[in-house]
């Protein structure tokens, strides 16, 4: 965790003094949310998985498609910087969607070294087959939750990312730029 993130979470959620403990001698309730972290990361990824596993695809593939269709015409190496991978693992990946025609990449018209992607009309086809699942499960969780819910969660998860390594992909939280 970050200076930044343990500073701020000292100061809005001072941890009680007297608190259950685990048998691994954490607090209960922080153990307990790292398993619903687990559970919900696991049902939140299962219907893309199915659908991408149809395709011979996996989660790289879909990280990939999100990202390139959240930021059309982004560089390989912006991509690169977001998914902290190899560029031999990204290369796999991208190899797999350019030849199925779910990516396009093109030369940049100023520098003709950087090659930028583009989901073509079947690559956006496949990310939003992927994301409607995923967009259903929020909504549903929503309904059933309190006015502001979204907000604090989008806040709590921006605590959980290690600043020093935080992209500026993640800047536009709240809105699509």
């Not at 059933?144 to 502001?148: A, D, H, L, T, V």
């Not at 992909?169 to 709240?174: A, E, L, R, V």
């Given at each position: 965790?970050?200076?930044d993130n343990?500073e701020t979470?000292s100061?809005?959620?001072?941890t009680p003094?007297?608190a259950?403990?685990?048998s691994?001698?954490?607090?209960q309730?922080?153990?307990?949310?790292?398993?619903?972290m687990?559970?919900a990361?696991?049902d939140?990824?299962?219907d893309p998985?199915?659908?991408?596993?149809s395709?011979?695809f996996g989660?790289a593939?879909?990280?990939?498609?999100?990202?390139v269709?959240?930021?059309p015409?982004?560089?390989v190496?912006?991509l690169?910087?977001i998914l902290?991978?190899?560029?031999?693992s990204?290369?796999?990946?991208?190899?797999?969607?350019?030849?199925e025609?779910?990516i396009?990449q093109?030369t940049?018209e100023?520098d003709?070294r950087?090659k930028?992607l583009?989901l073509?009309?079947?690559?956006?086809?496949l990310?939003?087959n992927?994301?409607?699942?995923?967009?259903?499960r929020?909504q549903?969780s929503l309904a059933?939750?309190?006015?502001?819910t979204?907000?604090?969660?989008?806040?709590?998860?921006?605590?959980?990312?290690n600043?020093e390594?935080?992209i500026d992909?993640?800047?536009?939280?709240?809105g699509?730029?």
């Open positions: 965790m970050s200076q343990s979470l100061k809005k959620h001072e003094q007297i259950e403990m685990s691994l001698g954490l607090p309730e922080l153990v307990e949310a790292v398993e619903l687990f559970f990361y696991r939140f990824v299962s998985d199915t659908i991408l596993e395709h011979g989660r593939h879909h990280r990939v498609l999100h990202f269709g959240r930021r015409g982004m560089s190496s912006e690169l910087h902290s991978i190899t560029k031999q990204l290369s796999r990946v991208l190899k797999d969607l350019i030849e025609k779910y396009n093109e940049d100023h003709r950087i930028r583009l073509s009309p079947k690559g956006q086809k990310h939003r992927l994301i409607d699942p995923q967009i259903r929020f549903e059933k939750s309190e006015i502001g979204l907000e604090k969660w989008q806040e709590f998860m921006l605590h959980l990312i600043m390594t935080k992909f993640m800047d536009d939280i709240g699509d730029k």
